[in-house]
Structures are given as C-alpha cells and as structure tokens.
C-alpha cells in the first residue's frame, strides 16, 4: 500500500523561499505536487518519473519551482522560490504506479494516491 506524508507547510513573506517535501512508502512510478485553493480546481505543479527523474513544471510555476526526488527515491521536494500571494494554497503530493496516458502528467485524474496536504500562506 502507497502512502504519502507531506511536511514543510508554512507562512512566508512574498519573495521569500519554501522546501515541500512528501515522504514516500511503497513502489511508485510517477509522482507530482498539486495545489488547490479554497474554491478552486486542484491543478498539477509538477511531476517527476522515478526512473530516470524525467521532470515536468506547469508554465505557472517555471522558473520558482523545482521538483525532485532524494537518493533513495523515498522523499519528494519541492522546492519553492519566489513565492507570491497567488501561491498561497494547500499543496499535495500525488504518486502513481503506472505511467499517466501521455500528456496527463499533471492532470489530476492520473494519481491514484494522495496526501493530507499542506498549507502555504504567502502574505504580501
């Protein structure tokens, strides 16, 4: 059984930097961070293939966000720079164990499993 434990959530002033990270047991092929804001879709950030770390950042995010997988391939971070008000959101780990249909990477309908969530406020 997947399970995924996100920790690293906080409060942060504009321009200010965060690291997400999501502890992973069980296999798992693909994985991704999501964020959803009270109201609104849940929309894909990120994505990350396990074998060979092949990775995909949202246009949104381009830039300020990298995602990555430690050496073991057991914890997943997100690393968040330049943070705006407009990130303010709870923000979930998502893993897979097969390979989303091809452009899907970071369509919410591709993961099977999820995280609590974790909250980031960037305040102005």
């Known amino acids: 059984q997947v399970q995924l434990v996100e920790s690293g959530g906080g409060s942060v002033q504009a321009g200010g930097s965060l690291r997400l990270s999501c502890a992973v047991s069980?296999?798992?092929?693909?994985m991704a961070w999501f964020r959803q804001g009270p109201g609104k879709e849940r929309e894909g950030l990120a994505s990350?293939?396990?074998?060979?770390?092949?990775?995909v950042l949202d246009e949104s995010v381009k830039g300020r966000f990298a995602i990555s997988l430690d050496n073991t391939k057991t914890i997943l971070n997100l690393e968040m720079n330049s943070l705006k008000p407009e990130d303010t959101s709870t923000y979930y780990c998502?893993?897979?164990?097969?390979?989303?249909?091809?452009?899907?990477?970071?369509?919410?309908?591709?993961?099977?499993?999820w995280g609590q969530g974790t909250q980031v406020t960037v305040s102005s």
């Open positions: 990350i293939r396990l074998t060979g770390g092949y990775t």
């Open positions: 998502a893993a897979t164990t097969s390979a989303p249909n091809f452009g899907a990477v970071l369509h919410r309908s591709s993961y099977e499993y």
């Open positions: 069980g296999y798992v092929y693909y």
